[in-house]
């Protein structure tokens, strides 16, 4: 039995390829996802490991207000000068250097545009001469405070050289220096993952990166002969006090490369679950697969049967089929998937500036998680035509029988009894009080919902089809590819449903984005009242900044009202970090946000309603809260302003902006006269800003509309996600109708005898294709249209206020399926044409 099955197998090829593809697609995705978090995760452990070579004990201040490494940017606190002097005076010690290092140097190339980065921060470091893995290219390093150096990465992407002037934008406005130094690394590289870094002498550095005088960020400390890093550590701990973090280089290497992992770890948790996705659209491919199979072979296992195959060996002659493709199509797909890892890899790698990529390798989880989801997947698929397959009588091997298509009654009364229970879930979580459990009643209430109407999916087909079909059926083979395409509802079904999920998936998706965008503008343009907003696109933790003279400049042009910048900061209050902003002066902020305050004293703080009531202030309540860089200050809470009163939900007074992590605002608001046009100001402004080129300032409308475009941006990645679930679905289309084509191969025999043309064949498969492609995108985007609006509509209480249905976008879809199902048909159409009529008639 066992070599009956592999020569049938073996006998038809096109039917394993064809088998095996969607599993090859999922598994790439899952293997794909976990080779690229491996060589991330040996990357970061590699560079992390080289920065701190020459670090054998780090010394550093505890940070005021603690950040989580994805939350925003963690400030670092300066320690005095007087702790390296007091290091390097302990038994044990070659050598502590003090160290300047702050995110936040950003150069303004040779066109005018500052350097941005996508990952990697900007640090601004002192220079202290090279080290061992630190080699100069071309100059010297840093002497005079109007001289700076920079890693050969930095200058490449600035197009600079030694000799330059150049712009560099730091805790204070745009200073202007000249370039007298290159440096690279040990081996060849230009920087370390990319990091853009600029070396100033050290008292610079420690006014530009820390704000302060005679203060560094971390003392690098190297071990004398006979001492280990961890005794240096000990030994320093308590020397130094509870106030500061000793550790040694590999420590710090660890933790670093740990926190970057974490996020590593969430995005490869985001491809799993697309590769979900595409596997359970490929279940519907393998499924469909084998089911033709079945029917295909129909006399050969009543054959085998009539031989005395028992029903068990027949389920496992079917079975064997299904692990000998997923086998196969699992190590395919494992070799596919450490291609995709190398190739996502190497986007990493470009995004972060030409970060060094570990070696490609295959971790055993990968290998592990390819074969069994490949064979488990498969023979999941393949369980109910195996069992269908066992119930062939053997008087059928005598007979010119197939499966026939069995009632839908079963299946229409489990679907409908599915969806029921979802249609009562959703309905209880929209219009029920059920408090925190309303969205998880709502979501479940979509899944089983989304379940129930696959179910029905066969039900639906006939009439939907039936109507799809009519358009095409001004022609004889229009007329014949409508009734193929509708003459097995549970074969149309299964195809039609795996496309079903794709497109449902991108339809809700977009329904809840394009929601959530359509919200943020009508709430922007109803509480925003400035017509000029000055601000920039942020491209890491820290936001794009501004010179604050500009404000007052811009107040004192014809025709403005207010003009008011916007600082912000990360603090502690109690045992939280939460964001904070602050004004020069409120009542200002206020007027030109287009709502009315007070100015706050030095000790008063403004907070919204939802804030206070979250926290339960009120008026004359003592707020204590720890800023970035000052110390714990206790406030009074002396306003209470309506929600969206204000752009942030508590406000400090202008006292505390120079204790931010940033003193410079990261917004402005300018508000103008009555009858005043924002053409005849927004330029003067423009013009205030040659100096700040990370921000600039657009009226309310392009500001509102560039904020929302955040949301174009997901619906964009989603869709390329979700396009593997997409194509495994076209590969269904096409896989349905190669594999039809072998079944009906009598059937199409007699068709060309009795004077259909290879043409006309070749429509009627076209119009099978389309009316199936077709049938899945409608009932996708129906069903996608229902999910995202029940979702949108349980966001209700987090800003989403409309729920807007994307036309333009659905209606693309079935289009985008029509053409879908014209190009699944090619292959089968051709192989149809193709036939030879006297073979076919006789095939068997």
């Given at each position: 039995m066992l070599r009956a099955t592999l020569k049938s197998l073996l006998a038809r090829k096109l039917r394993l390829v064809l088998s095996g593809l969607a599993v090859i697609l999922g598994v790439m995705f899952v293997s794909g996802a976990l080779v690229l978090t491996d060589t991330l995760n040996r990357t970061f452990d590699s560079i992390f490991a080289d920065a701190y070579s020459a670090t054998d004990v780090s010394i550093a201040a505890k940070p005021k207000v603690a950040v989580a490494e994805f939350d925003g940017e963690e400030v670092p606190s300066p320690l005095p000068a007087s702790v390296v002097e007091t290091v390097k005076s302990q038994p044990g010690v070659r050598s502590a250097t003090g160290r300047v290092d702050a995110d936040g140097a950003r150069v303004i190339a040779a066109d005018g545009k500052v350097l941005t980065s996508f990952g990697p921060p900007r640090i601004g470091t002192n220079w202290t001469g090279t080290d061992e893995i630190m080699e100069m290219r071309s100059g010297r390093g840093p002497e005079a405070p109007g001289e700076i150096a920079m890693n050969a990465t930095t200058a490449e992407l600035a197009g600079f050289r030694v000799g330059d002037r150049v712009s560099v934008l730091t805790l204070q406005p745009k200073r202007e220096f000249t370039l007298v130094g290159v440096w690279g690394y040990t081996g060849g590289r230009d920087s370390v993952s990319g990091v853009q870094e600029v070396a100033f002498t050290t008292p610079v550095a420690q006014e530009l990166m820390l704000g302060a005088k005679d203060v560094f960020s971390s003392v690098t400390v190297r071990t004398a002969d006979g001492v280990t890093p961890e005794q240096l550590r000990d030994r320093l701990a308590p020397v130094v006090g509870d106030g500061y973090e000793v550790k040694t280089g590999t420590q710090l290497a660890d933790e670093n490369a740990a926190g970057l992992k974490e996020g590593i770890g969430f995005f490869n948790q985001i491809l799993l679950g697309f590769a979900g996705v595409a596997l359970f659209v490929g279940i519907f491919l393998i499924l469909n697969t084998f089911s033709i199979v079945v029917a295909q072979r129909t006399r050969e296992l009543a054959l085998l049967r009539a031989m005395g195959a028992s029903r068990r060996q027949v389920i496992n002659s079917v079975l064997v089929e299904a692990v000998v493709v997923g086998l196969i199509a699992s190590v395919l797909g494992l070799a596919a998937g450490v291609g995709a890892g190398a190739g996502l890899g190497a986007l990493f790698s470009r995004m972060g500036g030409g970060m060094d990529l570990a070696p490609i390798g295959v971790p055993l989880p990968a290998v592990i998680s390819a074969f069994t989801v490949g064979i488990v997947v498969t023979v999941l698929a393949a369980v109910l035509p195996a069992l269908r397959a066992s119930r062939i009588a053997p008087v059928a091997a005598m007979q010119e029988v197939t499966i026939t298509d069995r009632p839908l009654t079963?299946?229409?009364?489990?679907?409908?009894?599915?969806?029921?229970?979802?249609?009562?879930?959703?309905?209880?979580?929209?219009?029920?009080?059920?408090?925190?459990?309303?969205?998880?009643?709502?979501?479940?209430?979509?899944?089983?919902?989304?379940?129930?109407?696959?179910?029905?999916?066969?039900?639906i087909s006939r009439p939907v089809v039936s109507l799809l079909g009519r358009l095409f059926s001004w022609s004889v083979p229009g007329r014949l590819g409508r009734l193929n395409s509708g003459r097995n509802p549970r074969r149309t079904a299964i195809t039609a449903a795996a496309l079903m999920v794709g497109i449902a998936l991108v339809t809700g998706v977009t329904v809840v984005m394009d929601s959530a965008k359509s919200s943020l503008q009508a709430e922007a343009a109803r509480i925003l009242k400035a017509q000029i907003m000055i601000s920039g696109d942020q491209g890491g933790a820290r936001?794009?900044?501004?010179?604050?003279?500009?404000?007052?400049?811009?107040?004192?042009?014809?025709?403005?009202?207010?003009?008011?910048?916007?600082?912000?900061?990360?603090?502690?209050?109690?045992?939280?970090?939460?964001?904070?902003?602050?004004?020069?002066?409120?009542?200002?902020?206020?007027?030109a946000y287009g709502t009315t305050a007070a100015k706050l004293t030095a000790d008063q703080i403004a907070v919204s309603e939802p804030e206070a009531s979250e926290r339960g202030w009120k008026t004359g309540t003592p707020v204590t809260i720890q800023t970035s860089r000052g110390e714990p200050h206790t406030?009074?809470?002396?306003?209470?302003?309506?929600?969206?009163?204000?752009?942030?939900?508590?406000?400090?007074?202008?006292?505390?902006?120079?204790?931010?992590?940033?003193?410079?605002?990261?917004?402005?608001?300018?508000?103008?006269?009555?009858?005043?046009?924002?053409?005849?100001?927004?330029?003067?402004?423009?013009?205030?800003?040659?100096d700040s080129p990370e921000v600039t300032a657009t009226d309310q409308q392009t500001f509102v509309d560039d904020q929302a475009a955040v949301f174009d941006d997901l619906i964009v990645m989603i869709q390329i996600l979700l396009g593997l679930a997409i194509l495994i679905a076209i590969l269904g289309v096409i896989n349905t109708l190669a594999l039809s084509v072998l079944e009906r191969t009598r059937e199409l025999g007699l068709l060309r005898a009795v004077g259909l043309g290879r043409a006309q064949t070749m429509r009627m498969i076209t119009v099978e294709a389309v009316v199936i492609a077709v049938f899945g995108a409608l009932l996708g985007v129906a069903v996608g249209a229902g999910m995202g609006s029940a979702v949108a509509h349980a966001l209700e209480n987090d800003g989403i206020t409309q729920i807007v249905l994307p036309w333009s976008r659905m209606a693309t879809y079935l289009v985008l399926a029509a053409l879908v199902g014209v190009v699944a048909a090619v292959l089968p159409a051709i192989r149809a044409a193709r036939l030879n009529v006297l073979n076919a008639i006789a095939h068997d």
């Open positions: 079963k299946l229409t009364v489990a679907g409908s009894a599915v969806t029921a229970v979802g249609a009562t879930t959703l309905g209880l979580g929209l219009f029920a009080d059920a408090g925190d459990a309303t969205l998880w009643l709502i979501l479940g209430g979509v899944l089983v919902t989304f379940i129930g109407v696959a179910l029905l999916t066969p039900l936001p794009p900044t501004y010179d604050p003279a500009v404000l007052d400049e811009a107040a004192a042009i014809p025709g403005v009202r207010a003009a008011a910048g916007l600082y912000n900061d990360v603090v502690a209050i109690g045992a939280d970090s939460d964001y904070v902003a602050a004004a020069e002066d409120l009542s200002v902020l206020a007027e406030y009074t809470v002396a306003q209470v302003f309506p929600e969206n009163g204000l752009p942030k939900n508590i406000i400090l007074p202008a006292e505390a902006i120079k204790s931010f992590g940033i003193a410079q605002p990261v917004l402005g608001f300018i508000r103008l006269d009555e009858g005043v046009t924002v053409a005849s100001v927004l330029p003067q402004v423009k013009a205030l800003l040659a």
